[in-house]
């Protein structure tokens, strides 16, 4: 059986949620569910300090339900302490609300720091109020080509990443910064791609890497999709997934569907998913001229293989495609290398 595929207590048979689990000595993953699309869940991991305290790494999705089965798990990990109480930390790898939504909650009730890599807080602080307003988002969706007639399916998703999210964060965490955690020594790991501030927890003593949407066990995580970024979230994926090459023996956690091992392996994997279609953006870009009334966003995205197929695919799935998409035609148009071989420094 090949190790990415290997089923755990954490990937059910019957596709219920699973139930709180031990992975490590001090370590649990617990399932946090959230609503609609194709993931039923995202992981939230408790990490019990030497002294008893708890930091949480992606407290998952904002619910009635989801707190109290986060306070349930406290309160069996810590049983002298009272929920929230016995929280000391907490993490995000990422902005997006079924990593984070929680976070406010946990934060107001623990009194404990919330931590995220700086860009997501500079997003997250953009973020607070809408930046585009109607017409500026409408002539957005123009200029991919979008048909007058879908524009308004989409003009409303537009500007909502992260959606609803109004966190305060407490601590911006650097690539190779050092978690104060007795008991454990965790390094952050920048891993950019999925948003331009993901990162990567590493834990050498366990051999355990937290990767987030990072890199997950069968599902391709979309790029891109957190906000306008400088530079290009394929390229910087593709620096990404060359840091984890030397990590392959360590066991993933990551935000959602299973742990698994074969890191290494699936995170090429993940990246050549990507590759692909931007080879085949680079064949219908093939003898057009940047700025020369070549196909549209639209036209292009209309031509590519899609997991849900084209027509299949509407609202907020429809705007992540039209994104990727111009993702894939700033890298072709960039002239970079379609064989992910950018340099790693």
Do not use: K
Not at 176 to 201: K, N, Q
């Amino acid at each position: 059986m090949d190790d990415t595929d290997e089923r755990h207590p954490t990937s059910p048979a019957d596709g219920g949620v699973p139930a709180l689990e031990e992975v490590r000595e001090d370590v649990w993953a617990l399932a946090q569910p959230m609503p609609g699309g194709h993931l039923a869940y995202s992981f939230s991991y408790l990490l019990r300090r030497d002294d008893g305290g708890v930091h949480v790494i992606d407290p998952g999705w904002d619910s009635a339900a989801n707190w109290e089965r986060l306070l349930s798990a406290l309160t069996t990990l810590t049983p002298g302490r009272a929920g929230a109480d016995a929280v000391t930390g907490i993490i995000g790898t990422h902005l997006h609300p079924d990593h984070v939504g929680l976070a406010a909650h946990l934060r107001a009730a623990s009194g404990a720091p919330l931590a995220l890599h700086g860009v997501e807080r500079r997003v997250l602080e953009r973020h607070s109020t809408r930046l585009l307003d109607l017409d500026e988002a409408l002539a957005r969706l123009e200029a991919w080509g979008v048909p007058e007639g879908r524009r308004r399916e989409l003009v409303g998703f537009v500007d909502r990443s992260p959606e609803h999210l109004a966190l305060s964060v407490d601590q911006d965490l650097v690539d190779g910064e050092l978690l104060d955690l007795p008991g454990f020594r965790v390094e952050v790991m920048a891993t950019p791609g999925h948003t331009a501030g993901h990162i990567c927890l590493r834990d050498d003593e366990r051999g355990l890497l937290y990767t987030g949407d990072h890199v997950l066990p069968t599902v391709f995580a979309g790029l891109g999709l957190g906000g306008p970024t400088a530079s290009n979230p394929l390229a910087d994926y593709i620096v990404s997934v060359a840091r984890l090459e030397p990590y392959g023996s360590y066991e993933a956690l990551p935000g959602h569907e299973h742990r698994f091992r074969g890191l290494a392996e699936r995170a090429r994997t993940c990246l050549d998913h990507h590759l692909v279609r931007t080879r085949e953006v680079a064949a219908i870009l093939e003898g057009t001229t940047p700025g020369s009334g070549g196909p549209s966003i639209w036209e292009i995205a209309s031509r590519l293989t899609w997991t849900a197929r084209w027509n299949g695919l509407a609202g907020l799935h429809l705007l992540s495609a039209l994104r990727q998409t111009e993702m894939h035609v700033d890298f072709v148009t960039a002239g970079l290398p379609l064989d992910g071989t950018l340099p790693t420094a």
